[in-house]
């Protein structure tokens, strides 16, 4: 089993940054995809970004594509979200995820990809 733990969240004024961590433990594995998701008050949760763990290929929707940066720490097990020029459109709970193996040859952007999710972290961006 693998557990995600989000940390980093917060309140921020628009235009401003915030960097989004996610360790991962238990069960890991080296060929699999980690992603971010995020869940605004009464829309469906989204996607945001993904990342490839062995190749380190990056995937980003058209919404954030420029703004966000997705990363990871090999060495920590750990995933990072960069959100730059945060707007008040970007408030949602962010939510870590990933894939069991393998993870290449997925469609990312879909839930329905990934195996584990975090509790999510709440991201504010205030006006």
């Known amino acids: 089993q693998v557990q995600l733990v989000e940390s980093g969240g917060g309140l921020v004024q628009a235009g401003g940054s915030l960097r989004l961590s996610c360790a991962a433990s238990?069960?890991?594995?080296?060929?699999?995809?980690m992603g971010w998701f995020r869940q605004a008050p009464g829309k469906e949760r989204e996607f945001v970004a993904a990342i490839n763990w062995s190749s380190g290929s990056t995937f980003y929707a058209d919404s954030v594509k420029g703004r966000f940066t997705i990363s990871r720490d090999k060495s920590r097990n750990t995933v990072f979200l960069l959100a730059n020029s945060l707007k008040p459109e970007d408030t949602a709970v962010y939510y870590c995820a990933a894939t069991s193996p393998p993870g290449r040859g997925r469609n990312l952007s879909k839930k329905s990809e990934y195996d584990y999710w975090g509790q999510g972290t709440q991201v504010t961006v205030s006006s």
């Open positions: 238990g069960r890991t594995f080296s060929n699999y995809a």
